[in-house]
């Protein structure tokens, strides 16, 4: 593959911190009017998911008192900071290229400590430091208030592809997420999948992939010859994304990681995601109450998002196959459903072309100590100390939860 020039490079950082500097915020009725209001909140449930379940696991292996700092790279405007509110940690740092989304990031923040502050119970905030930074050129250590901080989990959400336009970019980036990680902790994150997107090139005699909703184009010219890095496609997603992307290659991501002592927990696409998480109650609920899927068919007097029948093909399908007489038994107890969840297929199509992962910090590379998992009788003993110390705490847990 061909070097790129360094202004080239200069070029496509500055594309992206400007096209989403310049991304106005809509406010709720406008999302709710967008023909991808619920690939929005699915793709969002997706992150609660994730970064719940990391909160959960973090919390589980700890023998200490968990006070939980995050690092979030790549923040954006901060629309994750509610779920890590949620998640009770004490401590954010959120960095972005994009100026202007660091500062409503900040704004966000801010609105949340002076509610917050008006509540009558105890309802402790995060501290948080904001960081305006290219996390693929500069080095976030050096502009930590607290230049010794650590963090339990780093979590970048759609935005790590855009460090594989070179390898020092992917170096810098993955060092930024890993370094400061506690030995122990998770680097988590959503990004697309390289190889659903490529599959989906090759498909198509124009190299271009997409529906109403979204569209990938290849950049390169050789698609059965792609660079590891600089692996450059067009995205255009419905009105919030518009820029270009990079090809992440998973196994060398993982190489690139086990560098900074990661190890691949899991690397999961989307579809097998939502299979796997929409089955458990807990996160099943949260489908509902985030309006992450459609009802369908629709309640009367509203319309469905979708613009064709094509789009609910598979729903009524599968919502037929439970009347079928080749149905197994124990779907024939029950009836066609007299309404389900769904996505439109355009919707659907556009969101399975991302992946989750979760890396592991396995060994601290400067000392070469591993980690250990605490066994479960330390864990137990610790737990139940916690129980007696915890007491006072507990009123307050569940004023926050009911
Ligand atoms: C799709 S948005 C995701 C924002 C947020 N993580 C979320 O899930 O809502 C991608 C974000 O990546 C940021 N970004 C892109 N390139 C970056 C870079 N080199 N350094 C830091 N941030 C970058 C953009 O400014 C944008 O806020």
């Given amino acids: 593959m061909a070097e790129q020039s360094t202004q080239e490079q200069a070029d496509h950082t500055s594309t992206v911190a400007k096209h989403y500097n310049e991304l106005q915020e809509s406010g709720l009725e406008k999302r709710k009017e967008s023909r991808i209001f619920h690939l929005r909140n699915f793709n969002n449930w997706m992150k609660s998911v994730l970064i719940g379940e990391t909160i959960q696991t973090v919390c589980r292996q700890s023998q200490e008192r968990v006070d939980l700092s995050v690092l979030d790279i790549c923040c954006g405007k901060g629309g994750d900071l509610l779920k890590w509110k949620k998640g009770q940690i004490s401590k954010i740092v959120c960095a972005d290229i994009a100026e202007t989304s660091v500062e409503q990031c900040h704004s966000r923040y801010q609105e949340m400590v002076d509610r917050a502050r008006n509540d009558r119970g105890p309802n402790r905030i995060f501290s948080a430091e904001f960081i305006a930074a290219d996390c693929t050129k500069k080095r976030l250590k050096d502009m930590y208030k607290d230049s010794n901080m650590s963090f339990d989990i780093a979590s970048c959400q759609f935005s790590f592809h855009y460090c594989f336009e070179s390898y020092p970019q992917a170096k810098l ?45 290849f950049c390169g010219e050789d698609v059965d010859n792609i660079p590891l890095f600089g692996a450059k496609y067009d995205f255009h997603l419905e009105g919030v994304v518009d820029c270009p992307e990079f090809l992440v290659y998973f196994p060398v991501l993982e190489k690139m990681a086990e560098e900074f002592g990661m190890k691949l927990v899991y690397r999961k696409p989307f579809d097998e995601y939502f299979a796997e998480k929409s089955e458990m109650g807990e996160h099943r609920a949260l489908l509902g109450r985030m309006s992450a899927l459609e009802c369908y068919p629709p309640p009367e007097g509203t319309a ?83 129980q007696h110390t915890d007491t006072a705490e507990c009123s307050d847990k569940q004023q926050k939860t009911s």
């Fill in 173 to 217: 980036m993955l060092q930024n997420a890993c370094e400061c990680l506690k030995l122990g902790g998770y680097f988590i994150g959503t990004t697309p999948d390289s190889y659903e997107i490529v599959r989906r090139f090759r498909d198509s005699p124009d190299h271009r992939a997409g529906n109403d909703v979204y569209s990938v184009t």
């Fill in 304 to 386: 469905l998002v979708g613009n064709c029948p094509e789009d609910y093909k598979d729903t009524e399908i599968g919502l037929n196959k439970l009347k079928d007489e080749d149905a197994r038994p124990e779907d024939l107890k029950r009836h066609r459903p007299a309404r389900v969840g769904t996505l439109s297929q355009a919707e659907w199509d556009a969101s399975t072309i991302y992946l989750a992962f979760a890396f592991q910090k396995v060994k601290d590379i400067n000392t070469g100590k591993l980690w250990t998992e605490p066994n479960s009788k330390e864990r137990s003993r610790k737990r139940h100390s916690d």
